[in-house]
Each structure stands twice: as C-alpha cells, then as structure tokens.
C-alpha cells in the first residue's frame, strides 16, 4: 500500500501467545520509529513520530472483557501545514 491515504485491516481469533508476540512486534515497530503491518492481501508502513497520543480502555460486561489501545500521531512525513508563528498586538 502507497500513497497519501492508506488502511490496513484485520482481525481473527488468535491465542494469547501470539497476540504477545504481535504487541512485542508493535512494540519493537514503535522503538525504532517505523512499523510494518500487513496480511496476505495487503501491508501499511507507518513512520512513528516522538510524541504519540495514548489512549487506554477496558470494560467487563455481561461475561466479556476488552479492552483497547488507540496510539494516533501526526505523520513525520507528511508536509506540515502550519500557521506560522503567533502574532501579539498591545
């Protein structure tokens, strides 16, 4: 996958083995500032910036648990659009 506007998807049933090594793998990916995620039909190269937002939920509800991990940041390579400096008039 290339391009300005990309997504990458998946999700199956997996034991806690292997979503281990998948958070090691995102893990390492964060680290060294670029992850690869892909499948069989399709792949997502995201460069990581310094700062990251993180946001973390969990829930137990009627016999279900979940919970979910949101990291999002602003490309490093995409051209910034940036309003210059602020102006202060007394």
């Given amino acids: 996958m290339s391009g300005q506007n990309a997504r990458f998807s998946h999700e199956s049933l997996q034991d806690r083995k292997t979503i281990k090594m998948l958070l090691t793998a995102l893990s390492k990916g964060l680290s060294k500032g670029e992850m690869i995620l892909g499948d069989?039909?399709?792949?997502?190269?995201?460069?990581?910036?310094?700062?990251?937002?993180?946001?973390?939920?969990?829930?137990r509800e009627d016999g279900q648990c979940q919970f979910n991990l949101r990291v999002s940041w602003s490309d490093p390579d995409a051209p910034t659009q940036g309003k210059g400096a602020p102006k202060i008039k007394s």
């Avoid at 039909?41 to 939920?57: D, G, S």
């Fill in 40 to 59: 069989d039909e399709e792949e997502l190269v995201l460069q990581t910036a310094e700062l990251m937002n993180v946001r973390i939920k969990a829930t």
